[in-house]
């Protein structure tokens, strides 16, 4: 299960854990999230933004390394439509997906803004 998150904050009250497309989509997001190392039960886990994706990584292995997170994600069969921005001098980086689950439902995955506040 995965707790229900509005606006980056848990839900306290209502509905507290995600379902069904909606649970899927915050999985997505979670391990976009999730950075290289941070995870203490697997060091292993986690999306290497330092090593692969920002500073001077090429565009298309930032892709690459983002897709695989993606699609290796429980619930996530294929992805549609895949877009990353980064603006180097904002340090802004803009990630959208397309993503087809396992019920074979579309989901838009958005992940913006500057990855150092992410963790």
Same mark, same amino acid.
């Given at each position: 299960m995965i707790r229900n998150f509005v606006n980056g904050d848990i839900v306290t009250? !209502?509905?507290h854990f995600a379902k069904g497309k909606e649970?899927?989509?915050q !999985? /997505? %997001? @979670?391990r976009l999230r999730l950075f290289l190392g941070?995870? &203490?039960l697997d060091a292993t886990d986690g999306t290497p933004w330092f090593s692969g994706i920002l500073g001077k990584t090429d565009?298309? &292995?930032a892709e690459a390394t983002l897709k695989r997170r993606i699609i290796t994600t429980p619930g %996530? %069969? !294929?992805i549609s439509s895949f877009s990353l921005t980064m603006e180097q @001098?904002? @340090?802004r980086i803009t990630v959208q997906a397309s993503v %087809?689950? /396992?019920n074979n439902e579309q989901l838009l995955i958005e992940l913006s803004g500057d990855p150092l506040s992410m963790l």
């Open positions: 009250s !209502g509905e649970a899927t989509r !999985g /997505v %997001i @979670r941070e995870y &203490f565009q298309d &292995f %996530i %069969i !294929g @001098r904002e @340090r %087809i689950d /396992v």
